[in-house]
């Protein structure tokens, strides 16, 4: 059997890019813009790039972007979308725990969990973090958000879910959070681009910024920063605190 995440992905694209977490995309690709200070030269990684939402705005801004996805579903919405607005992106079919690119890119991002996070071991998920650094340039930097374990410790993640709710949207119910491995196991329910209603057992790892900072400490990463992660209006103006679902991550290799 599959695991959840491929189930999921597997004919979700269109209901995808309706779902709410979806649409701060503009908003979200400015904020990378100024990471690189708006410079065109810069190549970009879009790993975990589903349907290229963020991938084809970089693209309209004057981006050079790759973009990779387990996804052959999420990947072929997202050719579609970039043809339709004569967008030329290289969209490539790959599982990010496996090497990929080498001393290649100037930016990776990773974004919407992006992969990272989703895994269901926590050294599944170092691997991905492992091949996005194995593919900047020295001085490249990663932009990512993941689950902050720093929310559950003070709120409930069925409560948060339960507010999310959405007419024809994704439903999370039967949320547990177990402290001794920062996971939230639930039973996630959507209906698929065909209109099938299915139903999945997920977890997903929540991490507490000092083991982001560790992690990429392993990996070279020098400059580390970390903020609340706002759908829409990523700010390095917002300091992480226990009312942030999601965290923001920008490092800078050295």
């Keep these: 059997m599959k695991p959840w995440y491929e189930e999921l992905f597997k004919n979700y694209a269109q209901t995808y890019d309706k779902e709410v977490y979806t ?10 813009e100024k990471e690189i200070n708006s410079d065109k030269t810069k190549k970009i990684l879009d790993i975990g790039c589903g349907t290229g939402r963020h991938a084809i705005e970089l693209s309209k801004k004057g ?4 973009g990779i996805d387990l996804s052959e579903s999420q990947l072929e919405h997202a050719r579609q979308k970039a043809s339709a607005l ?15 690119f080498s001393n290649a890119f100037d930016l990776a991002i990773m974004l919407c969990e992006g992969g990272f996070s989703l895994m269901e071991t926590d050294e599944m998920n170092f691997q991905i973090l492992e091949n996005a650094a194995r593919a900047l340039k020295p001085r490249g930097k990663i932009v990512f958000t993941t689950l902050n374990g720093l929310f559950p410790l003070f709120h409930s ?25 920062f996971r939230d196991h639930s039973v996630v329910e959507f209906t698929d ?5 299915k139903t999945l ?6 991490y507490v910024p000092s083991e982001i ?4 400490k392993s990996l070279q990463f020098q400059t580390i920063a970390i903020f609340g992660a706002k759908l829409g209006a990523f700010s390095r103006n917002d300091t ?5 679902f999601e965290m923001l991550i920008v490092a800078e290799k050295s």
């Design 63 to 66: 981006y050079s972007v790759t």
């Design 213 to 216: 900072t560790w992690l990429l």
């Design 157 to 181: 993640v069925k409560d948060f879910f339960d507010s999310q709710k959405k007419e024809g949207a994704s439903t999370s119910k039967e949320n547990t959070f177990n402290l001794m491995t």
């Design 86 to 100: 004569s967008l030329t992106i290289d969209f490539r079919k790959h599982d990010a725990r496996m090497p990929h």
């Design 193 to 197: 681009d065909s209109g099938n209603k």
């Design 23 to 32: 649409q701060g995309t503009i908003g979200e690709c400015d904020f990378i």
């Design 240 to 244: 992480l605190t226990t009312e942030d």
């Design 201 to 206: 057992q997920c977890n997903e790892r929540f």
